[in-house]
């Protein structure tokens, strides 16, 4: 039975139970007639990294502003963390945290400031505020810089304010847009480095997006691919590549998928992926 | 079930009341906006100079004009409560860019994508408009202390002062908000800004009283919430001032006025950044 089809048989335990913390079912946005995306369905399980790639404009800020709450679906809809995206925005805004692709720190604040900010806006109990900011910014590497103005920052670490930011309240799912737009290499790499890290050591589910597959290939479970609005793919990095050859770019993997699309067999895939998937969660 | 992410310890359970947690949000923007005029007070000298013009220029040369009548008060006692008013509503008024800023920025998303009602981000940011208020209206009471305009100290009138200059700046910053998510670009925002405050300063008792004006003009002021501030400020800056209106009735507008507006402004603001 396909559960990410009929949310009346989704309850709000069932992103506890340790399969799915993120059901999308047929998620589509429309600005005036453009539709930005198009009845675009995944599942991501607890603990799962998982990437949409695609090109400029192919629509992932937008999946993501609607799953973070932000911009209301035009049809469609997620089951986030257990709770319904559109019957229940707020319970999903309090499970989950979100590093946008524009900036989310205050550059005329401090950093320390930046976090004593999200700590209240969450509620996180008065005792436990300045420990939480400093194990966050040690996490973040950001510990000697607690007190300096974030516009004096570089992008590298105001980005890593912006992760810890989004992680002082321990959410269940981390949503990052374009978490390493316009860094430097060393900078992506420090960035990339943190989020591995936090795959490593915590349960936190992560959903981020970027234009470069190559990129993000190393931290992800699975990749969704998103072209023109529709997810044309979902599957393992390397299931990808060996769809489309070791040296695949995003342009190839689109190429390669393009003429599948016809038979659509990639929504079969991701449902044995996901079903594979799960069965292989029960188990451990 | 707890998620611990990297180093970071287990989420507890929180225990704070609803009420106790709406206040902390609403204390946590209203905080942030401070800590910013903290490190940067350069832009709240700036401001200040804007009532020093009106006061010195405007205020001592109208009071050379000897057909306003004000009642037994001299001009410059009359215009002094007009200009902190005003003060106010200037400072107030700029809130509105600053929305469309944070928007721009992208830093509005991470108050939307938290769980604070909008409500209390609005109420935030309408509160730190009091606290600029406030640093406007001590330039006033100083500027106008020097040009021996009676200001009256008592602790029950200061305390009332600090009261409606708080819900003043408050409800203006909050239609400054409305017009900002109404408009949503910066350039139009300007434009309507001129548009709307001229009007609101002049179609009101700051500058000349109620009595002197055509039929139709006093009817708008009435309707003006400027209005009912300046009643209060005038009668409880100057020693011996009074109200037109009475205290309480000019609070009870502008309390209303605000709740009214707050809900207005918190469903807009929630799809300000769509
Ligand atoms: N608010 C909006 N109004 C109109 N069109 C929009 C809006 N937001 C996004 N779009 C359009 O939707 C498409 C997808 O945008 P976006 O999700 O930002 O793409 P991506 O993040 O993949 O680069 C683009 O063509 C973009 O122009
Ligand atoms: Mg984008």
């Known amino acids: ?284 | 079930m707890s998620v611990s992410p990297a180093g970071l310890p287990a989420r507890t359970v929180d225990q704070s009341s609803r009420a106790f947690r709406y206040f902390e949000q609403v204390f946590g923007v209203c905080a942030a906006e401070v800590q910013k005029l903290y490190h940067d007070p350069f832009e709240l000298l700036t401001r200040a100079i804007q009532p020093v013009i009106w006061l010195l220029l405007f205020g001592e040369a109208m009071a050379r004009v000897r057909g306003l009548v004000t009642g037994s008060m001299s001009y410059i006692n009359f215009i002094s409560a007009g200009i902190l008013t005003q003060s106010v509503l200037f400072v107030a008024i700029f809130y509105g860019i600053a929305a469309i800023w944070e928007r721009d920025l992208g830093v509005l998303h991470r108050y939307l994508v938290s769980p604070a009602p909008r409500s209390a981000l609005v109420i935030g940011k309408a509160l730190s408009a009091g606290i600029r208020g406030l640093s406007q209206a001590l330039v006033v009471y100083i500027l106008a202390g020097l040009l021996a305009v009676p200001i009256s100290l008592r602790a029950v009138h200061l305390a009332l002062m600090v009261l409606f200059i708080v819900v003043g700046a408050a409800l203006f910053a909050t239609f400054s908000l409305i017009v900002a998510c109404l408009v949503k670009t910066r350039e139009r925002f300007m434009g309507i800004g001129q548009i709307v405050t001229m009007p609101l300063f002049f179609a009101s008792n700051a500058i000349y009283p109620l009595t002197i004006m055509p039929a139709w003009l006093r009817v708008v002021a009435r309707l003006n919430p400027l209005t009912y501030e300046v009643d209060a400020v005038r009668a409880l800056m100057l020693r011996g001032g009074s109200s037109d209106f009475g205290v309480g009735s000019d609070f009870t507008v502008l309390a209303v006025v605000f709740a009214v507006l707050v809900g207005v402004a918190a469903r807009l603001y929630g799809r300000m950044g769509n």
């Open chain 1, 1 to 284: 039975m396909d559960v990410s089809r009929s949310p009346d048989t989704v309850s709000p335990a069932a992103g506890a139970g340790g399969s799915a913390v993120i059901e999308v079912r047929a998620l589509t946005r429309r600005f005036g007639n453009f539709v930005a995306v198009d009845r675009v369905s995944f599942g991501v399980g607890r603990g799962e990294v998982f990437g949409l790639i695609g090109a400029n404009g192919a629509g992932k800020s937008t999946v993501v502003r609607m799953l973070t709450t932000l911009l209301p679906v035009t049809s469609g809809g997620a089951t986030i963390a257990g709770y319904d995206l559109v019957r229940n925005p707020g319970e999903v805004r309090r499970h989950i945290g979100y590093v946008p692709q524009l900036m989310s720190a205050d550059g005329d604040l401090t950093a320390t400031e930046n976090l004593l900010l999200s700590a209240r806006l969450y509620g996180i109990p008065f005792r436990e505020i300045r420990s939480r900011i400093e194990q966050t910014l040690a996490a973040m590497d950001l510990a000697p810089f607690a007190h300096r103005l974030v516009k004096a920052f570089s992008g590298g670490m105001i980005r890593r304010l912006e992760i810890a930011q989004g992680l002082l309240h321990c959410p269940a799912i981390l949503f990052l847009d374009e978490p390493t737009v316009g860094l430097d290499p060393a900078a992506r790499h420090a960035v990339l480095g943190r989020l591995a890290k936090l795959r490593a050591e915590t349960a936190t589910t992560i959903l981020l997006t970027s234009h470069y597959m190559e990129e993000i290939e190393e931290l992800c479970d699975r990749v969704g691919v998103l072209r023109e609005g529709k997810l044309v793919a979902v599957a393992s990095p390397a299931e990808l590549k060996a769809r489309v050859g070791p040296a695949a770019t995003l342009d190839d993997v689109f190429a390669a998928l393009a003429g599948e699309e016809a038979k659509s067999p990639e929504i079969q895939a991701y449902r044995d992926v996901r079903l594979s998937r799960r069965a292989a969660r029960s188990h451990g």
